[in-house]
């Protein structure tokens, strides 16, 4: 996968060399590609914002530097086995949809995405309508808080979609019980989860999990899983349809 970010704090997407996702470009599974907006600022002060028209307070990016940048980011596709890949242009903006576990399978399936974080105000509203008139274009937020600007966004859909591509996770089996993946625990939360050793500070590990009972382990993660969904999110066991839940969970 390729992924080009464009943003005016290169050193802001560092994190990106480091962990996971570090790992994954070491690997060769991401080309990451992290340029500098104000290479595209040609006055003297590279500057790439301007008052809001219609008056209003902060700034608004201006829209000659980010078609300049998306033109040639865009003119230099990553090839795909005969042809030109297409890209997925990812806009993060807390007035976007929301970014979610289900948008990070879909764009994990992509072959490049290319990443505008905006500072201020946000970006000239006719680079969406440009771009999004001729491409994918998708404006996405991470949650109902506003950032100071996208790249903090960035690294968090980026890490998200790096950990589902093949060969990044040690374990291809580590997402499969994630809160939010889909499967046999589709719309609940992830329970608490133990490891050595079995007693800690008087406090011991639930005994189930050391029973080696497979059913009666699954049984007891479900139902811890039921609980802490139910404690922490109601919204999702509410939305979470009947026949998803068997006997046993509507008992818990
Ligand atoms: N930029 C500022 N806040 C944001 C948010 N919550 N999601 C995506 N981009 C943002």
């Not at 070491?26 to 590279?46: F, K």
């Not at 997925?88 to 995405?113: D, H, N």
């Not at 491409?135 to 790249?151: K, M, N, P, Q, T």
């Not at 999110?233 to 008992?251: K, Y």
Request: glycine residues 10%.
């Amino acid at each position: 996968m390729r992924i080009d970010v464009v943003t005016i704090f290169p050193e802001y997407l560092e994190p990106l060399n480091v962990s996971l996702v570090g790992k994954a470009r070491a690997r060769g599974r991401l080309d990451v590609r992290v340029h500098d907006l104000r290479g595209w600022a040609h006055d003297r002060h590279h500057t790439v914002d301007d008052t809001p028209y219609g008056g209003g307070p902060g700034m608004v990016m201006k829209p000659e530097p980010w078609g300049e940048a998306l033109d040639a980011v865009l003119s230099d596709p990553p090839r795909e086995g005969e042809g030109a890949a297409e890209p997925v242009v990812i806009v993060p903006t807390p007035s976007g949809r929301p970014f979610t576990q289900e948008l990070a399978v879909e764009l994990a399936a992509a072959p490049w995405l290319v990443f505008t974080p905006a500072r201020y105000e946000g970006i000239d509203g006719r680079v969406m309508e440009e771009y999004g008139a001729r491409l994918d274009l998708r404006e996405l937020s991470i949650g109902d808080y506003v950032l100071a600007g996208g790249e903090a966004p960035v690294l968090v859909m980026v890490e998200a979609i790096a950990r589902l591509l093949p060969g990044v996770l040690g374990n291809a089996d580590s997402h499969r019980d994630d809160s939010f993946a889909p499967g046999a625990m589709a719309g609940l939360l992830e329970g608490p989860v133990y490891t050595k050793p079995p007693e800690w500070r008087g406090r011991e590990v639930p005994e189930v999990l050391i029973s080696g009972h497979h059913g009666r382990i699954a049984r007891w993660r479900r139902d811890e899983a039921l609980r802490r969904t139910a404690l922490n999110r109601p919204d999702l066991l509410a939305r979470c349809a009947p026949e998803a839940l068997d006997r046993e969970d509507r008992a818990t």
